[in-house]
């Protein structure tokens, strides 16, 4: 396709959600005025991320996929002369198929919200925020400028801590403080990196970087800005132990705010080791590759231990289920929580694949991104349908005495959520299997130079990460899908169990997508893998051009 | 014959440059114009004169504009070598632009204070102008006599303006607190002026300048003296460590708008001087001043930001102490190019540093009287003004809490902050650039202390109101609302204040998405 047409589509993906944002605000105009305010607004939340994803798809269509190492559908205008800042923009096979799993999942997170109006204040300003989400995340992913990447990164956050803050549940005041001041002073530090490397390299021109490959700095200049560069990404990842804000943000979260944060925000960690740190500082990340990777399988271990204490029964049910939970915060077993440690751990898989600073590897973390980014995007979705259904997403309330029984009582929902935790478990064929398997894979072998009998090591404690995950994933299905049926005296309720509504049309439309993508990225990964592998040996080897 | 008389005219009457004075001299003559006009004026038509003197404070800020076109001095030596007392190049007209403009701000505050206040109008503008003719006068002045007349002519109505209040025991303390400090620090800058005349044989900065490369090495000592001494005058008027305790009660005591006016043109007063007579007067010295001002930058920015840390929410006036005392660590950000100044190799290094200073006190004037400005709108109705008034703020008025938010971010140089994030930026490269690495490191700690607590009151603005809560707790809660927002109702809307938000809500989103309107300052060639 035409370049000129190329960069006009990456142009608008970035700048129509923010205009559209705007636009949320104002009154609508005649004729698109819909069946009142409420509707109107919604619907252009729907249009807006219906036109990006368009862009998004049309951007990945004429993507010259012979070159994906390329950067392609440059634009690169001068913006701040005097600190040398540019507007500059691209995607190469790194970056289009985050830039293309965003559009998605926004506007599938407005397609639902359209259908399943969030409980909060009005609609408007949570398409507003959504927007600039949006906005921002794509940003991110496009921009070729160090500053504009970190102003990208802090866009992301004002709307989040909204959404949170605004349209949240339980605690959500104090989970949106927390993670603000998390990801805040984390990005601070890693602005302080970013200057570093950009005031010391001469350029903050991420192509020029990554091509001089840290030649222009000294190494004290590189082991300083990388670790205040992958401290500061750490905390976004999250890498243990640096996590503690996510499962709080997460459980008071709205629907789509889990959505949207473990979909894309996280994906932006990574994305930027992948970018910034292996390219541009190449000696550093390599002293720093096996503490990341220990950091990493540590971040695995212990998500998948946390989710098994979230799985498994909660010795207080026993007593009486109602009571007992309300004085427990609703915090244990809480199923939004234990898919937030789930994220901790999977995104220990991406960060492994990293450390391993292999082409193997790294193709497998931005495999692994992707994958985390559609199955935990559907699993949250399918918790917040539970929570629409059932009131809550306690397990131990949910599940009873003997289980939740959802393939008796909702047998579509219960499938899907079979379907997306087997997913997560990493079974062979669906998207989560090829990822972390290149992960480890890229472990078994690391770069020269890194001590191989340390990623060995690591290599076997993510094997015991995978085992432990899929007892968990196994322990959820039992005890959320499976149980009796007929009346069950241990609710609290003293009655019978309420039939729970199956999928709705209008959620088969916002999930079924995600599911033909977990299938299709499990049986094609090389579909995914061509992208990224030319790119990333590319950017190992030395910069883009 | 007639030509030698003539040529013995112009030695004698000098002709001077009157378009190149025009700035200060408008702001004067209209100051005179509104204390005269006072005496006629009915009690209603007072009202006339803040229009009055905003209309002037503007023109002065136009005239600005046919200066554009080249430098130009005036008040020279005729005899001997080529030596100026006032020179309009690119450095005096933007700070000048700063001061006037600062001042109409405060203006445009200062209308709703006046009424709520009751303070006497004719005085107020009278010294307002006054205090801005000083200012302006200031960064054109090229020599040490002028810069000291120009330095008091901006302070001494700064001293009456804080004590303002009449009857009011705060405001009392604060101006007397601000006089005496103030009055110390102007006596020994004069011992430091004098030592340095006594030194050089001349007042003019550009023959100081020649002058202290080769002193007498007798009187080496005394120049030095001179010099250290002259900078702790302009070092009080920035508020730099260890001159800062007079901030914070002065800046509760005095009337909001008055505060805003000392943090934005006070401060920018203090800091050209120190430009001035630091890479005009003094580059020979800059072994001395250079190291001095950059511990000073970092035992500023850290004493501001460690109180402002320490301020608790619920005292009265917290709001604007807390201002108070994050003006102080500003200011010490803006002294940080200052120090690279004195390391920089060449005056062309120097002069983008102090670029990076003039860019830096550019955005931080507009986004700090911005938040002055909703501190005045939120002292209407909770005259405490403490930090707990503004939550919920965002319920009760949207726009004033996201202006009020946007300014905090602008401060704290975060996004949507863009303009207060680059600023930031240019004053930490100028410090890289001068070798001062250390600097740069207490500076980006320093930022990461400030998000704390500019996060802080960012978040409470946005929470849910606090008397829903109140309502529940306390059975007769519910009317306590009902009287605030009876209150509200009976002031009279502040229009020219809503303005002040505005504009300076403009202006901050104006600079934000093109920086590169004032960061190009920190690039060209001011001086």
Not at chain 1, 142 to 150: G, I, K, S
Not at chain 2, 56 to 71: R, T
């Amino acid at each position: 396709m035409n370049h000129t047409v190329q960069q006009l589509l990456l142009a608008a993906a970035v700048v129509l959600p923010l205009l559209g944002s705007a636009a949320a605000l104002l009154p609508a105009p005649p004729g698109l005025r819909g069946r009142g305010p409420d509707q109107a607004v919604l619907r252009h939340g729907v249009t807006v991320t219906g036109v990006v994803l368009a862009a998004a798809i049309a951007l990945a269509a004429g993507f010259d996929h012979d070159h994906p190492a390329r950067m392609q559908a440059q634009t690169d205008i001068g913006w701040i002369p005097a600190l040398d800042i540019r507007v500059h923009l691209g995607v190469d096979g790194v970056s289009l198929p985050l830039l293309v799993l965003t559009a998605l999942l926004t506007f599938l997170c407005a397609l639902y919200t359209y259908f399943n109006r969030p409980s909060g204040p009005s609609p408007k300003a949570f398409v507003a925020l959504l927007l600039l989400l949006e906005s921002g995340t794509l940003a991110s992913f496009a921009v070729l400028d160090l500053m504009l990447f970190f102003l990208a990164f802090e866009m992301v956050l004002i709307p989040m801590y909204f959404l949170i803050n605004r349209w949240g549940g339980a605690e959500r005041e104090r989970a949106a403080w927390r993670f603000i001041l998390y990801t805040l002073l984390g990005s601070v530090v890693m602005l302080l990196g970013l200057l570093l490397v950009g005031l010391e390299g001469g350029t903050f021109d991420m192509v020029a970087l990554a091509t001089d490959k840290g030649s222009g700095l000294s190494h004290t200049t590189q082991l300083i800005a990388a670790l205040a560069i992958i401290v500061g990404l750490a905390v976004k990842a999250p890498m243990w132990p640096l996590h503690s804000w996510l499962p709080d943000a997460h459980t008071a979260a709205p629907t789509v705010g889990s959505v949207l944060l473990a979909g894309v925000l996280l994906k932006m960690g990574t994305y930027g080791l992948v970018r910034i740190v292996l390219p541009m500082t190449p000696e550093a990340a390599h002293t720093y590759a096996p503490y990341l990777a220990a950091f990493a399988v540590v971040g695995i271990i212990y998500g998948s231990l946390a989710c098994l204490a979230l799985a498994l029964p909660s010795p207080t049910t026993t007593l009486n289920g109602g009571f007992a939970l309300s004085e427990s915060t609703g915090a244990k077993g809480d199923l939004k929580r234990l898919i937030a440690y789930s994220s901790v751990g999977h995104m220990g898989f991406v960060l492994l694949g990293i450390a391993t600073l292999t082409p193997t590897g790294v193709n497998g973390a931005l495999f692994a991104n992707i994958a985390h980014g559609l199955i935990t995007g559907l699993l949250f979705f399918l918790v917040g349908a539970l929570k629409d259904r059932s009131g809550t997403t306690d397990l131990d309330q949910l599940a009873g005495t003997s289980g939740a029984a959802l393939y008796g009582r909702a047998p579509r929902l219960g499938g899907l959520l079979a379907f997306g935790a087997v997913a997560s478990l990493g079974l062979p064929g669906l998207a989560g299997f090829w990822g972390e398997m290149l992960a480890m894979f890229g472990a078994f072998d690391p770069a020269d130079g890194l001590s191989r009998p340390a990623f060995l090591t690591y290599m076997a404690l993510a094997g015991v990460g995978t085992l432990l995950t899929a007892a968990y994933m196994l322990v959820v299905v039992r005890r959320v899908c499976m149980g009796d049926q007929p009346i069950e005296p241990g609710t609290g309720t003293g009655a019978g169990r309420p039939a729970l509504a199956d999928v709705h049309g209008h959620e088969f439309a916002a999930w079924s997508p995600l599911v033909a993508l977990t299938v299709l990225a499990g049986l094609w990964p090389a579909a995914l893998l061509g992208l990224t592998d030319p790119a990333v040996q590319q950017l190992l080897a030395g910069g883009n051009r | 014959m007639t030509a030698n008389s003539s040529s013995l005219a112009t030695s004698l009457v000098q002709s001077v440059d009157w378009l190149a004075v025009a700035p200060p001299t408008i702001a004067a003559l209209t100051g005179l114009a509104v204390l005269v006009a006072d005496l006629f004026l009915s009690e209603r038509g007072k009202r006339l004169l803040g229009w009055g003197a905003i209309a002037g404070l503007a023109l002065a800020s136009l005239s600005l504009l046919p200066l554009l076109d080249g430098d130009r001095s005036t008040f020279c030596l005729t005899t001997g070598a080529h030596a100026c007392s006032y020179t309009a190049d690119t450095f005096a007209l933007v700070i000048q632009f700063l001061v006037l403009g600062g001042a109409l701000l405060t203006a445009l505050l200062s209308f709703s204070a006046l009424d709520d206040l009751k303070l006497p109008a004719g005085e107020f503008w009278f010294l307002l102008l006054s205090s801005a003719a000083g200012a302006a006068l200031l960064p054109a002045a090229r020599d040490l006599a002028t810069l000291v007349i120009a330095l008091e002519v901006a302070s001494l109505p700064a001293f009456a303006l804080v004590g303002l209040r009449r009857g009011d025991r705060l405001s009392s303390e604060a101006a007397l607190k601000f006089f005496l400090s103030s009055v110390t620090a102007t006596a020994v800058m004069l011992l430091g002026v004098s030592f340095v005349y006594a030194a050089t044989g001349s007042l003019h900065l550009s023959r100081i300048a020649g002058a202290l490369t080769h002193v007498d090495p007798r009187l080496d000592t005394l120049a030095q003296a001179g010099v250290v001494l002259t900078l702790v005058g302009f070092a009080f008027k920035t508020a730099a460590v260890p001159f800062h305790f007079w901030v914070p009660d002065t800046y509760v005591g005095a009337p909001v708008p008055v505060a805003a006016y000392l943090s934005v043109v006070g401060k920018a007063v203090g800091f050209s001087g120190l430009i001035l007579v630091t890479v005009l007067a003094f580059p020979a010295y800059a072994d001395v001043w250079g190291p001095a001002v950059a511990v000073l930058a970092a035992l500023t920015m850290t004493a501001g930001n460690a109180a402002a840390l320490r301020q608790r929410p619920e005292r009265a006036f917290s709001a604007v102490r807390l201002l108070a005392w994050s003006s102080v660590a500003q200011a010490g950000y803006l002294l940080v190019p200052i120090a690279a100044a004195g390391y920089a190799d060449s005056a062309k290094d120097a002069s983008r540093a102090i670029g990076s200073t003039v860019a830096y006190a550019l955005t931080y004037a507009a986004v700090n009287l911005g938040a002055f400005a909703v501190a005045a709108l939120v002292a209407r109705t909770s005259p405490a003004n403490r930090l707990t008034d503004y939550r919920g703020l965002y319920a009760a008025r949207p726009a004033a809490a996201l202006a009020l938010g946007f300014f905090l971010l602008c401060l704290a140089g975060l996004p949507p902050g863009i303009i207060g994030l680059f600023a930031k930026v240019t004053v930490f490269s100028a410090a890289v650039d001068a070798g001062l690495g250390w600097l740069a490191v207490v500076m980006a700690l320093n930022v990461v202390m400030a998000l704390y607590y500019y996060l802080q009151w960012t978040a409470v603005l946005f929470r849910a109101p606090e008397h829903s809560a109140a309502a529940e707790s306390v059975p007769g809660g519910t009317a306590e609302p009902v009287p605030a927002a009876g209150a509200a109702v009976a002031r009279p809307r502040a229009v020219p204040l809503t303005a002040a938000i505005g504009l300076t809500a403009v202006i901050g989103i104006a600079l934000s998405g093109a920086p590169q309107l004032v960061l190009r300052f920190a690039s060209g060639t001011l001086l």
